[in-house]
Nanobody
Framework: QVQLVESGGGLVQAGGSLRLSCAAS????????DGWYRQAPGQQRELVAT???????NYPDSVKGRFTIYRDSAKNTVYLQMDSLKPEDTAVYYC??????????????WGQGTQVTVSS
């Protein structure tokens, strides 16, 4: 059973920075992608960043140039560095990993979420 534990959220002023952490436990072999999503009240969950097993990253235009996803393989931890934060970045941020089970298909796992609040 895979479990993701998130930390690093908080309150920051516009223009500030935060770094989110996602520590994974359990069998995370055959990982396809690691990612971060966010969800504001009354809105759908949206993709923030992904990183593939090869290290390729993907960002939507809304965060491109401001957010960086990276991993520390030794700690089995994925990070989201957020710089130049804007009030519209306020949301609950969720860590996500996609695994490729040996029996085929894909399986997603989600963290519990961490609140990021950016004040004006």
């Amino acid at each position: 059973q895979v479990q993701l534990v998130e930390s690093g959220g908080g309150l920051v002023q516009a223009g500030g920075s935060l770094r989110l952490s996602c520590a994974a436990s359990g069998n995370t072999f055959r990982r396809k992608t690691d990612g971060w999503y966010r969800q504001a009240p009354g809105q759908q969950r949206e993709l923030v960043a992904t990183i593939s097993n090869s290290g390729s990253t993907n960002y939507p235009d809304s965060v491109k140039g401001r957010f960086t996803i990276y991993r520390d393989s030794a700690k089995n931890t994925v990070y989201l560095q957020m710089d130049s934060l804007k009030p519209e970045d306020t949301a609950v941020y969720y860590c996500n990993i996609v695994l490729l089970p040996l029996f085929g298909g894909e399986r997603e796992y989600w963290g519990q979420g961490t609140q990021v609040t950016v004040s004006s």
